[in-house]
């Protein structure tokens, strides 16, 4: 089993950054990339970042040039540093723990509780 706890989200103004944090803790010795998903209100879950064992990273496209996914292998947490945030990147942001194919990050069984991030004047 992998428990995945994520934090750092909050409301934000346009324009404006945040940092989310996500805690690996468990069975972490079966993981070899992360991600982060989110799911806005009436929408379905979507992908935003991963990163494999590697440090390789993924984005969709819409965040690419300012999202930043990083993490640290001895905190076993992995980061989505948000920057130039906007209205539609309110969301819940969900941490995932998966495998890496190649360079490419695959999701995993394994989700966090979310966090909610709110990008509003």
């Known amino acids: 089993q992998v428990q995945l706890v994520e934090s750092g989200g909050g409301l934000v103004q346009p324009g404006g950054s945040l940092r989310l944090s996500c805690a690996a803790s468990?069975?972490?010795?079966?993981?070899?990339?992360m991600g982060w998903h989110r799911q806005a209100p009436g929408k379905q879950r979507e992908f935003v970042a991963g990163?494999?064992?590697?440090?390789?990273?993924n984005y969709v496209d819409s965040v690419k040039g300012r999202f930043t996914i990083s993490r640290d292998n001895a905190k076993n947490t992995v980061y989505l540093q948000m920057n130039s945030l906007k209205p539609e990147d309110t969301a819940v942001y969900y941490c995932n723990a998966g495998r890496g194919l190649g360079a490419v990050y695959i999701p995993g069984d394994y989700w966090g509780r979310g966090t909610q991030v709110t990008v509003s004047s």
């Open positions: 468990g069975s972490i010795f079966s993981i070899n990339a």
């Open positions: 990163i494999t064992s590697g440090f390789r990273t």
